[in-house]
């Protein structure tokens, strides 16, 4: 087909993301079914509202800061202040000492792992990411013309093997993306997991005589469930970089706030912090949000209503035991990971029938699992569940 637009572009318009896909396809069956009879599991969009005191600040920052302060351009790596807080805020929880000069304010994680990929990617340079992953990588891996290699799934725990990514690791190796808590497996990567996957770096970067960063993309980092916690990657090994945002954990995604956190220690830590504010400037963020910066500073030891995940956790799990289905309990993010007895892909055609829309786990670069985003109203939990029981039958034929 003849067009005048980048091959990139047009190979990424001709498979369009399938997350993205079915959330069409919940508006489409709403428009015929009504919302209330289609049970959207597609897309991790928070359905609780962000904490009051999001509003609050909203509020005080546009009542009682200067406007040329709440809306003008400030520096691009973000304002001073608020990297300082952020910084003494990770201080106080993690025991370390990173300072403002650490911190660059990023538009959400999205933002946080593009603008790390620009600053270290040459072309060629290889990225791995371990499976199931969150497919955007490897469209952000390749904006900078970076390879994606993949690390299979470890299959039934999914805590990732470090002898298999250690094999993996190659010359090229630039960096390894780490998520935990894990979109879309829900798991919390152990300590012992990632004290493992340290060992194996340090003695690649050793073999290799240069650095391999590990990315540490933490979006669901206080989405934590029974007082589980996620180990804190720079204290296990120097070269970790952390992206983050306040997306998922505060309810805000459409905000596009974030950070990424570079500590000093890390080889060409202070090349690393400048090029970072560069980049947000080349890609055309410029700066994160200037209104919500400020807004996320007054917010820092807010949390979300992590009570009302866990309860829509523990109805859909035993809804889909109940159902036959085999998963395992999530410990973090709000991501359900069920075994598919047939194809994914057909799994997730057949819920259909019963207006359940779920992602295949090929979606995620591991078949034969389907993914459901359990952050929705319980009701919508609630009113599924004898569409999974239909489910269950029409695929275990009991
Ligand atoms: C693992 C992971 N990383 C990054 C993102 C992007 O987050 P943000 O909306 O903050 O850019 C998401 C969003 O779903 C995610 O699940």
């Not at 304010?105 to 791995?128: F, H, Q, R, W, Y």
């Not at 060409?268 to 400037?281: E, G, P, Q, T, V």
């Not at 709000?334 to 057909?346: A, L, S």
Request: aromatic share 10%; net charge negative; hydrophobic share 40%.
């Amino acid at each position: 087909m003849a067009h005048n637009i980048s091959e990139k572009m047009f190979a990424l318009t001709q498979r369009n993301s399938v997350v993205r896909q079915m959330f069409e396809e919940g508006n489409r069956l709403a428009a015929i079914h009504g919302r209330e009879n289609v049970f959207d599991f597609s897309i991790g969009n928070p359905n609780f509202p962000a904490p009051q005191k999001i509003k609050e600040a909203v509020y005080d920052v546009l009542e009682n800061e200067p406007s040329t302060m709440v809306h003008g351009y400030m520096s691009n790596a973000g304002y001073a202040d608020v990297r300082s807080a952020v910084a003494s805020s990770l201080n106080s929880r993690f025991g370390t000492s990173f300072d403002g000069n650490n911190i660059i304010m990023t538009v959400g994680a999205a933002g946080s792992i593009n603008v790390i990929l620009k600053t270290l990617l040459n072309p060629g340079d290889e990225v791995i990411a371990i499976a199931p992953y969150f497919l955007e990588y490897g469209n952000y891996v390749a904006n900078y013309d970076g390879v994606l290699v993949v690390v299979p799934p470890n299959i039934p725990d999914f805590q990732p093997d470090a002898e298999t990514i250690g094999r993996t690791v190659t010359s090229k190796t630039k960096a390894v993306i780490v998520n935990s808590p894990n979109n879309p497996t829900g798991v919390i990567y152990s300590e012992e997991t990632i004290k493992k996957i340290a060992a194996v770096l340090e003695q690649k970067q050793k073999e290799y005589g240069h650095p391999i960063y590990i990315l540490a993309d933490e979006p669901y980092r206080e989405l934590c469930y029974d007082g589980a916690e996620v180990p804190w990657l720079t204290k296990f090994y120097r070269n970790t970089i952390v992206g983050y945002s306040w997306s998922k954990s505060l309810s805000l995604p459409g905000e596009r706030i974030g950070y990424l956190v570079i500590p000093s220690e890390a080889d060409d830590a202070a090349l690393i912090i400048d090029a970072a504010a560069i980049a947000n400037r080349v890609m055309g963020f410029v700066n994160a949000p200037s209104l919500m910066q400020r807004v996320v500073m007054r917010c820092l030891d807010e949390r979300t209503d992590i009570a009302s995940y866990d309860n829509n956790r523990k109805l859909l799990y035993k809804g889909l035991k109940d159902a036959g289905f085999e998963c395992a309990y999530p410990q973090g993010a709000f991501y359900m990971w069920v075994k598919t007895p047939c194809d994914d892909k057909e799994f997730s055609n057949i819920a259909k029938k019963y207006n359940i829309l779920v992602v295949p786990g090929s979606s995620f670069a591991c078949p034969g699992y389907v993914r459901i985003a359990y952050c929705v109203s319980p009701k919508t939990i609630e009113g599924s569940l004898s569409g999974f029981k239909k489910l269950g039958e029409e695929l275990f034929g009991k």
